[in-house]
């Protein structure tokens, strides 16, 4: 058969959307507006004590990318950014594995996309190389011979041997337990392996738009069904003699074969409107998971469907594992793993100890500490212990958080739906949470607004930058209307407000400022001082800092008009946070953690250390907490007066 055609984006990039939409949010993870002062303890003083940054107990899920059965219940799961977890408890909590595991300070673990087992070694496959373990996960070394530094997009064993599908360089194969490594088809197979899978002694591979088969006396691999053409393959299962095509053709489809691809018949359930990432099977029950539509099961080879999403509140799919005929996980974009045991009637979270969030916005209202997730937003009363959800039921599932903003012990925060070109691209509004109700009340609409980037709360007044339209201001608890204040155009990313000035930040390096005159800007900086990207404009007593992204921070003691660099100290001068807590100035970087100006030495301090990218900061009760890439929050103490002497 002739599969109908369409565009599609590379599987990396399918099962990576909530980044994309992170880097639309957050600005590449640096457009972080932090337009509230912490409440801190007034008897802290500015000393900190030996003790390091810990995690805390989350706030847990994030991206799934692959699972693995192992004997006797042991379960892996591997994630974008936070390494392998294993469970031994059927799922009920998790423990990081990542001993050996390559780790980049910034960007943290590699993805993990696949995992096989062949006698006592698991092997694993990330973006960037081959792993094996003969501990049972415990440490991780890198299989040396594998001389293939592209991402490996399965693992399969057959007979005796290992079968490694990767991105851009084809399949390779050992017969002598990774020891040394040979190319199929002599280099002359498919360049990107999208999908790989084993029927028997068969081995069936998926390119971005064809499958390839290899059978066990056959040298190369050959593509198979010519007529069947897709944009892309997703995913493969095998039932008996039956092989599985999930795909991305216009929505998503499903294909079955009996006869290793020779010919396939189109399976797909009819209201399938999303990419079919994964399939699983166990027994005569067949899974399959969608970005987007959440999961489907059939218990007739695929011949009917039902879905199954009740209590699935993260419907992006991503991972797939059925470990009998009713117990299924599914790895999800952003809500981590969930659990059936009743063949999908009902899903549960099962994500104890697994942290793998990026939490790109912290506040702080009393005693409660509120982390901000794109398309969730959690809150903690016991400093991290445990976070529960804030119920935001009032809000379209449409909506993604892009920055949060206290007022009078108000949490605000800015929002952003992807629309049609014809209806505005990314357009966004402004919501507040009722504490009583804890319902997302919209106080600003979102008709005038294109990507909400950042929210400055000064008195009654809203201040927004957005993506392109420039910068609006709105009066709260009144007209919601807003008020146009140019700078149409540029990509706003931060925002201060002193007095009847106002000073705007730009992802080209620009910092801009308005002294009340409604659209005139007076550009203050040069980007050779600034270099590019602003990710924080904050004022401490009368001085404006600014940081950015390459060049580090920069200040200003007569309202913008002259510029210094202060760099002396900072070991990372790309700046992706920057926040004011009580008079003290505290800056978040992409790889070195977290640092505070001294002004007395002219000299930043490291906060402890903390490898992880660091995208949001805030302070509770003699502790500064930090929200990370992929990582969930940390905190470390800080005891004594925090406060800085005011700069001349």
């Not at 002004?599 to 929200?627: C, H, M, N, T």
Request: glycine fraction near 12%; charged fraction near 20%.
């Amino acid at each position: 058969m002739v599969a109908k055609g369409g565009s599609i984006q590379m599987k990396r990039q399918i099962k990576n959307a909530s980044q994309r939409r992170l880097l639309v949010i957050w600005g590449a993870v640096a457009i972080l507006c932090i337009g509230f002062v912490p409440q801190v303890r007034a008897d802290a003083h500015a000393a900190l004590d030996e003790t390091d940054w810990v995690q805390t107990n989350g706030p847990y899920g994030g991206e799934i990318l692959a699972f693995y059965a192992a004997p006797k219940g042991v379960l892996f799961a591997g994630t974008e950014g936070a390494g392998i977890f294993r469970s031994t408890d059927r799922g009920n909590s998790w423990t990081p594995v990542n001993t050996g595991l390559h780790f980049e300070p910034g960007d943290g673990f590699t993805g993990v996309t696949a995992f096989a087992q062949k006698g006592d070694t698991f092997y694993a496959g990330t973006r960037d190389a081959l792993y094996a373990s003969t501990d049972g996960g415990n440490r991780w070394h890198r299989v040396p011979n594998f001389r293939n530094p592209e991402s490996i997009s399965g693992i399969v064993i057959i007979a005796d041997r290992i079968y490694v599908g990767t991105l851009n360089t084809g399949v390779w194969y050992s017969d002598d337990d990774a020891n040394s490594w040979l190319q199929v088809n002599d280099g002359f197979g498919p360049e990107s392996v999208r999908a790989l899978s084993g029927i028997g002694t068969t081995l069936i591979a998926g390119s971005q738009n064809q499958i390839f088969r290899k059978r066990a006396k056959a040298d190369a691999l050959t593509a198979i069904n010519d007529d069947f053409f897709v944009p892309q393959i997703e995913s493969f299962a095998v039932m008996g003699d039956l092989l599985y095509v999930g795909a991305y053709i216009s929505d998503g489809e499903i294909f079955r074969s009996n006869d290793e691809g020779d010919a396939l018949t189109d399976i797909t359930p009819g209201n399938v409107r999303n990419p079919v990432t994964a399939l699983s099977v166990f027994g005569g029950t067949l899974y399959a998971g969608t970005y987007g539509s959440g999961v489907f099961r059939s218990d007739d080879k695929g011949d009917s469907w039902a879905a199954v999403n009740a209590r699935l509140t993260d419907q992006k799919v991503s991972a797939l594992l059925a470990v009998n005929e009713d117990t299924v996980f599914a790895g999800t974009a952003e809500g981590g793993i969930f659990r059936t045991m009743d063949g999908g009637d009902s899903w549960v979270a099962v994500n104890t100890g697994l942290t793998n969030t990026s939490v790109g916005e912290l506040a702080v209202i009393g005693k409660t500490v509120y982390a901000g997730m794109s398309e969730r937003l959690v809150h903690s009363v016991d400093g991290g212990d445990s976070w529960q959800p804030v119920q935001i039921s009032s809000v379209p599932d449409e909506y993604l958080f892009s920055t949060l903003s206290v007022s009078e012990g108000v949490l605000y925060g800015g929002a952003i739906r992807f629309a049609p070109r014809d209806e505005g691209g990314v357009i966004g509004g402004v919501f507040r949470l009722d504490n009583e109700s804890s319902a997302l009340v919209q106080v600003i609409a979102d008709n005038e607004l294109t990507g909400i980037q950042c929210l400055e709360i000064v008195g009654t007044t809203f201040y927004i930058g957005t993506q392109r339209d420039g910068i609006y201001k709105s009066e709260k608890d009144a007209d919601p209307r807003t008020t146009d204040l140019g700078l149409e155009g540029h990509f706003i990313t931060a925002l201060s407000v002193n007095g009847e000035n106002i000073y705007a930040g730009t992802d080209a390096g620009q910092i801009y400022l308005n002294a009340g005159t409604r659209k005139s800007w007076k550009l203050l900086n040069s980007t050779d001082i600034a270099g590019r990207h602003i990710s924080g404009l904050r004022w401490v007593g009368s001085t404006l800092y600014a940081a950015s992204w390459g060049k580090g921070v920069i200040r200003s003691v007569n309202d913008g008009d002259s510029w210094t660099p202060i760099n002396d100290g900072l070991e990372d001068r790309t700046v992706v946070t920057m926040a004011v807590i009580g008079t003290e100035l505290y800056v978040g970087t992409y790889s070195k953690g977290v640092f505070r100006w001294m002004p007395d030495k002219r000299w930043w301090e490291p906060i402890g250390s903390l490898s992880r990218q660091v995208l949001s900061l805030a302070a509770l009760d003699g502790f500064l907490y930090a929200g990370t890439a992929a990582g969930g929050v940390f905190k470390i103490p800080i005891h004594g007066k925090l406060g800085l002497t005011t700069e001349n």
